[in-house]
């Protein structure tokens, strides 16, 4: 008989292997450490397993064994080789068990979840991504979307804001991003630190001069509430219609498919009418407080 921290994992075994609701047992095969806070996990999921269909900007539901469950944005991975990225933040009870994950051990997912950037909407035009902190990881797949079609995209802008430069996130690839001349990176960190030459100051300060037409823009934009009702009204000032900002809203969640009511915001379920909706969806929603 299984004991009681193996009870999910014998469920999950148990469950027919049908279905995005159905937690599925996976293991861990490589971490990386991105932060003091923060790490990237690559999991390696069963061949077909409808995680490996992700859209970016899709959710997960993550439970390391025998505790509860997060939902934590897709962050990449290489889906056709069988493996997706995770990063997580360490704020709290589940993100800190899951940060402390080894390769080879095992957790419960199920999903994806949720709605996605759709960031072929900007095929033709300009694309502003605006990241605050570790909203640069939901960004991250569609970011490498647009990467991968450089050429459907004119100006291709990626604004970026930590708390401090110790804070950035997938470091390596944005110092490759930094010496390519078709893609503008701006990092800007709130707090300078001894001997840091780059740019002080939030990341909003960054959209007033970022080299976009208004008119032809599609802008991404996910990080902290207040940081994305910032960034989104400067887009907005600068003229991009509130309909081409797109924004990932954050709650609590338990079922993650629109059945508990949990993460409910106005007339919105946040974990299945998005989490990524237009500005002009969200802006009245967010002076509603989380339940
Ligand atoms: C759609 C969606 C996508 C998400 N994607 C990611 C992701 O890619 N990476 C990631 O790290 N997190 C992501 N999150 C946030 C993540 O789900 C929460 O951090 C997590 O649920 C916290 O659970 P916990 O048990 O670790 O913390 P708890 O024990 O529940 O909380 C501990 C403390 O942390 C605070 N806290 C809770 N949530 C947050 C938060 N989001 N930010 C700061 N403080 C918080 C609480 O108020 C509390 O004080 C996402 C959330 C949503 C809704
Ligand atoms: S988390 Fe249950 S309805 Fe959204």
Redesign the pocket.
Known sequence: MASLAELPRAAAAAAPAAGPLVPRVVRVERVHRETRD?VTLALRLPPGDPALEYRPGQ?DMLGPLGT?E????V?GGAPAAGTVE???????????L?CGLRPGDELLLRGPY?TAWDAEDGVGGDVVLVAGG?GL??LRPALLQVLAARDRYRNVVLLYGTRTPRDLLFSRELDRLRRRRDVVLEHTADYAEAGWRGRVGVVTDLVGRAPFDPGTTLALVCG?EVMMRLTATALVDRGVPASRVRV??????LCGVGLCGH?QLGPLF??TD??VVSWDTAAPLLVIRER
Do not use: K, N, Q, Y
């Open positions: 923060t959710f509860g997060v939902p934590i944005s962050s995770h990063t997580v933040r360490d704020v709290g009870g589940v993100t800190r899951l949720g570790i990881a939901p902290p990932s809203l954050e709650r609590a969640m993460c946040v974990c998005g989490p």
